[in-house]
């Protein structure tokens, strides 16, 4: 084969290879014997053999499979050995059917035991072949093996030959009892001298002379010298047949006792070997069928014919045939030998030819990449050259590039200088407009003859002129700090005191909004160096900050001590508020960051300038907060003035009074407006108006706006809102589109994908008027966009004409019915809801059972969604809408001379003629024979 493999596709000439043949065969010769060599046997079949024990005769067994396995390499063989073991060989055979072997030969230990294991195995498809012993079912494949019973009437035959008909016969078997092989051998000896009275059965020794031989010679030994009178025995296999002659030999007994054995195996002291040199008068040839076993399981793997059962030929060898016997077997064992030593010599020469391939192989890939790496490092070489050359003008290049960019840099950190200018400029600018707004507002707001309405107006921008003041400080400051213009002024003063007097200004708020507010120093006295004008900007935004986001009955803590090694005191503030999440204490301190509470939005500056604030006095600031279970900020500074610079200590003590305006531009945005309302104001309104915006002022504003006109409901935020929405069904939606969790966008598209509010006409303000948002906005399938800040009378002039257009809708749709066409509903969702409706009605006319309820289980929705939007769309109620149906379909079936009223009636729903008499008339005015004689007229 490898021979006919070398020569596959080579060109011959002449009977010879041709000069490109031979280089081809000189490229290809070291990869071909890699390929050839270093492949292994591919395994296509595994069988599994359970054996029964591991005797002399069932090692002759497994070597007769081995020798036939050699034509097959294909196929390996996994043994398993029960040493006489059903228990073992139960759980062996298992183990196999795990290991999901192709094909399973059994040796069964005992019959009964062991099938049920192989009915088992065998119902799950996979085949089985019994060698030697069978078990009590036919649940098999195939069968392979000598008739015991045979062997037995072999054995008897035998001896009855041999004694003339006379004599008294004793039995020795092993200690499987029970299996198959000894069950007929014991019974084809009994049943032949059954018939020949004059050989007398005396008894039959079950005895072990593999593992427990002394216990059994003692046995054999005290029944010979009880049965003085014993001619011959009858052993069921070679080995107890020498143990036996043995036994005779010890008591003398050896020369008048014949011994028969069974197996005739050749080798020392197998069978043939005893009676040749006269220790057995004979022995029973019984065939291991390996060879036939392994054949047969070859037939079945293949899918090829085979015989279920296979009766393997016995013969007795005894004084007349052994010699030809012994001759045949010594042939077999010396060409097995030679056979043996030929596949020796193979496994070597293969083994050689693989190491011999693999450092061809090796030498042949280390020159072919020798030559690539050489081609590639001499290409890298003239590239390198060619790289050099380019490298020596780009660097001229860059060299020019960098001049310029020195001199752009100049110029752009003189523009960015610039910028920065303006915008300080413009912030100082603006300070004094808002003065001038502040002073007059103030003295305006405590006039005490201002209407309700004007003093909630002012409220209104007090409130946000001091929150813009605020943002412009804080703008300022932080530009002194990124300059290096914000220079510390540090002088000695007592904290505690300090911190008191800060915490004053928030006392009141604590008692608005039922705040517990705690303050404790732990260093009453103690004096350390800070910038007053400094700390009380940190204090106050972090207190501040801690009042917004606690809400009522919630718990403020201040705290002043001292570190465990006294080298700074420490300020910690700690609320029971909304809490932060892991993301939000990580970026709280940077600039311009802004978390995503659901309640208040800040700038983003506050914690930042707070930071760089305490930075400069040296001391650190720490946040801990989980969400939903409140934050500890922690402020350390150092003791001592040994830290500070000589420029940045003051010797004058400053005041510690806070000013009016750092308390107002502190407290004033978190304190809760208290807002005038005219009760008589509050009366039922014809539209409901569903208003979500997380500005607290803004929803306070709009809501006194508008509900003089019509029914105002308040989300703060889009999950509140569209729970709203579900539940109310509002006349119309109005949506800041910037919202904390859910964007007014996502709640647009949302409720205009559910059939509950598809309906509902939604108007969206923004604050940025960016056409891209604009059109995502009307992607959403919003109705209209208002950006901020709006003008209010073009609001109220837009809300007007969404609820109109919705009117109209409405009216054109209910001009007629019930039959109308729906065409010109605002959405596909809406048209859907409608046809769905209008169908559950016309099809239930005849219904008198027929309900709201009814509707309400097929459609999928509540009693007020279904009365809302049925309202908000036709502009009926729902029993009026059915009862108008029924109404009109009984004006059609009166028409129809073939019907009377009574049936009509029962036909549109109406449990009697007298009470749909009455029905249509108060709708009509006139009795149905009254319209029935009318059009027949």
């Not at 499979?65 to 097959?72: A, C, I, N, Q, V």
């Not at 005739?264 to 019984?286: E, F, H, M, N, W």
Request: net charge neutral.
């Amino acid at each position: 084969m490898l021979a006919e493999r070398s020569v596959y596709g080579i060109r011959m000439k002449n009977g010879a290879l041709s000069r490109e043949s031979r280089l081809l065969f000189m490229f290809i010769l070291p990869f071909f014997l890699v390929s050839c060599s270093g492949n292994k046997r591919e395994i296509k079949y595994r069988i599994g053999f359970a054996q029964c024990a591991n005797d002399v005769w069932r090692q002759n067994m497994q070597k007769e499979m081995e020798r036939e396995l050699l034509f097959h390499p294909e196929i390996e063989l996994i043994a398993k050995q029960a040493y006489l073991s059903p228990e073992q060989q139960i759980k062996q055979i298992k183990e196999l059917e795990d290991e999901k072997v192709d094909l399973i030969i059994a040796s069964p230990t005992e019959a009964k035991p062991i099938t049920p294991i192989i009915d088992q195995v065998y119902s799950k498809g996979i085949p089985v072949i019994l060698v030697d012993r069978n078990i009590l079912s036919k649940n098999y494949s195939a069968f392979i093996g000598a008739s015991n019973y045979q062997v037995g009437l072999d054995a008897a035959t035998y001896a009855n030959n041999i004694l003339k008909g006379r004599g008294n016969v004793l039995e020795i078997g092993g200690p499987d009892v029970g299996s198959s092989a000894d069950i007929g051998r014991h019974t084809g000896f009994r049943d032949f001298l059954k018939k020949y009275p004059g050989i007398n059965f005396v008894e039959r020794l079950s005895q072990n002379w593999d593992s427990k031989p002394l216990e059994a010679e003692r046995e054999l030994s005290d029944e010979l010298v009880k049965q003085q009178d014993i001619n011959l025995i009858f052993c069921q296999n070679d080995r107890i047949a020498l143990g036996a002659y043995r036994v005779c030999r010890k008591l003398g007994m050896n020369d008048r006792i014949f011994i028969i054995g069974v197996d005739g195996l050749s080798g020392p002291d197998g069978g043939i070997d005893l009676v040749s040199r006269g220790i057995l008068k004979a022995t029973i040839l019984y065939p291991t069928g390996g060879k036939e076993a392994i054949q047969t399981a070859v037939d079945i793997l293949e899918h090829k014919p085979f015989h279920k059962e296979t009766s393997l030929a016995t013969t007795v060898i005894d004084s007349t045939n052994v010699r030809i016997m012994k001759l045949q077997n010594d042939k077999v064992l010396a060409q097995q030998e030679e056979i043996d030593k030929g596949q020796k010599m193979i496994e070597v020469q293969i083994a050689t030819t693989r190491n011999q391939a693999k450092i061809i192989f090796t030498i042949s890939i280390t020159l072919a990449l020798a030559l690539i790496f050489g081609g590639i490092l001499l290409y890298y070489l003239q590239e390198n050259r060619k790289i050099n050359r380019k490298l020596e003008l780009k660097k001229d290049k860059i060299a020019s590039q960098r001049n310029q960019l020195i001199e752009m840099v100049a110029k752009v950190k003189e523009a960015t200088n610039a910028k920065f200018n303006f915008f300080t400029n413009i912030s100082h600018e603006l300070r004094t407009p808002l003065t001038l707004i502040m002073g007059p507002l103030e003295d305006a707001m405590s006039s005490p003859k201002l209407h309700f309405t004007i003093k909630n107006n002012l409220d209104f921008i007090h409130k946000n002129t001091v929150r813009l003041l605020r943002l412009i400080n804080q703008l300022m400051d932080f530009r002194k700090i990124e300059e290096g213009k914000m220079s510390l002024r540090a002088s000695e003063n007592n904290l505690s005191a300090f911190v008191d007097e800060i915490a004053n200004a928030f006392r009141e708020l604590a008692r608005k909004k039922s705040i517990s507010f705690n303050v404790v120093s732990k260093v009453d006295g103690l004096k350390i160096w800070f910038d007053v004008t400094m700390l009380d900007k940190v204090l106050f935004n972090i207190l501040s900050n801690a009042f917004k986001y606690t809400a009522e009955n919630g718990v403020i803590n201040l705290l002043i001590d001292r570190s465990d090694d006294g080298q700074t005191v420490r300020i910690k503030i700690e609320d029971s508020g909304v809490g932060m999440s892991a993301e939000e204490v990580n970026h709280a301190f940077d600039l311009f960051y802004q978390g995503h509470s659901q309640t208040f939005k800040g700038t983003g500056l506050g914690l930042s300038l707070s930071k760089e604030l305490i930075t400069l006095h040296q001391g650190t600031i720490l946040l801990q907060s989980e969400k939903g279970r409140g934050t500890c900020f922690e402020i350390r500074l150092p003791v001592g003035n040994a830290h500070l610079r000589p420029e940045e200590i003051l010797s004058a003590v400053p005041s510690m009074t806070n000013t009016y305006e750092d308390v107002k531009i502190y407290t004033t945005d978190i304190e809760p407006l208290h807002l005038h309302k005219d009760i008589s104001l509050f009366t039922a309104r014809e539209n409901s108006i569903l208003v979500i915006e997380d500005s607290e002022d803004l929803r306070t504003f709009l809501n006194n706006r508008l509900s003089p006109h019509y029914e105002i409901h308040l989300a703060e935020n889009g999950e509140k809102g569209i729970e709203l929405a579900y539940d109310i069904v509002p006349d119309l939606i109005i949506a800041d589109i910037i919202l904390p969790g859910l964007n007014g966008l996502r709640v647009t598209e949302l409720l205009k994908q559910d059939i509950r509010t598809s309906h509902i006409p939604i108007l969206l303000l923004t604050a940025k008027a960016s056409l891209e948002e604009q059109i995502e906005g009307i992607r959403s399938k919003a109705d209209a966009f208002i950006v901020k800040p709006f003008n209010l009378e073009y609001l109220d002039e837009t809300i007007k004409n969404l609820l109109r257009n919705r009117s109209v809708l409405r009216e054109h749709y209910t001009s007629e019915l019930p039959t109308e066409t729906r065409s010109n509903l605002s959405s596909k969702i809406d048209r859907k809801f409608i046809n769905h409706f209008t169908s559950l009605v016309e099809n239930n006319l005849s219904n008198e059972d027929f309900s709201v309820d009814t509707i309400c289980k097929e459609i999928g929705i509540s009693r007020v969604q279904l009365y809302r939007k049925v309202k908000a769309l036709v502009g009926y109620n729902v029993n009026d809408y059915i009862l108008n149906v029924r109404l009109q379909k009984s004006k059609y079936l009166l028409t129809d001379k073939q019907l009377s009223i009574s049936e009509v009636a029962y036909k549109v729903g109406f449990s009697t003629q007298a009470y749909f008499s009455t029905v249509f008339k108060s709708k009509f005015s006139i009795t149905p024979s009254e319209y029935r004689e009318r059009k027949r007229v």
